[in-house]
């Protein structure tokens, strides 16, 4: 069995790419079901390396909101463990990405929502504990906005 990795992401999103042939102003683009919809961040991709190199990542980060939810079920349906702390500061982040036949991409991604102080305590107090039984524990992405600097 697979030694536990903690990874903490704490600026989770929802990542959608598309692709259209080309990219001209003014036209409007209908996507159909190429759209991809992942969920996202730096420590979601490294959970995914991990776990198709045999690791058993969990993911640890805020969510919230709508787009939190919607984060939280990707996470599940796409069978990564994850230990996520909701709260009641707006909404969970959504990036997207437009990918073109010519090798062109453009990112557009959401800031995230600033995370209150008393969730900030409760998931640090919680990945204290969580990390003491891992093998490895790493800390992936952007600061969320409204973290406390001690």
Request: charged share 15%; hydrophobic share 40%.
């Amino acid at each position: 069995m697979a030694a536990k990795t903690l990874i903490i992401n704490l600026n989770l999103a929802l990542d959608k790419t598309v692709y259209v042939p080309c990219l001209r102003p003014h036209e409007t683009y209908r996507l159909g079901p190429g759209v991809i919809t992942l969920p996202g961040g730096k420590g979601v991709n490294m959970a995914r390396a991990l776990r198709s190199a045999g690791g058993s990542p969990v993911v640890a980060g805020f969510v919230a909101g709508h787009m939190g939810s919607l984060i939280s079920s990707a996470l599940r349906e796409t069978g990564l463990k994850s230990m996520l702390f909701s709260h009641g500061g707006g909404e969970s982040r959504l990036c997207f990405t437009l990918a073109t036949a010519g090798g062109e991409a453009y990112n557009f991604n959401e800031e995230g929502a600033p995370v209150p102080l008393s969730a900030q305590r409760a998931f640090l107090s919680s990945a204290e504990k969580a990390a003491r039984g891992t093998a490895l524990s790493a800390v992936c992405g952007r600061r969320v906005r409204g973290l406390a600097k001690s």
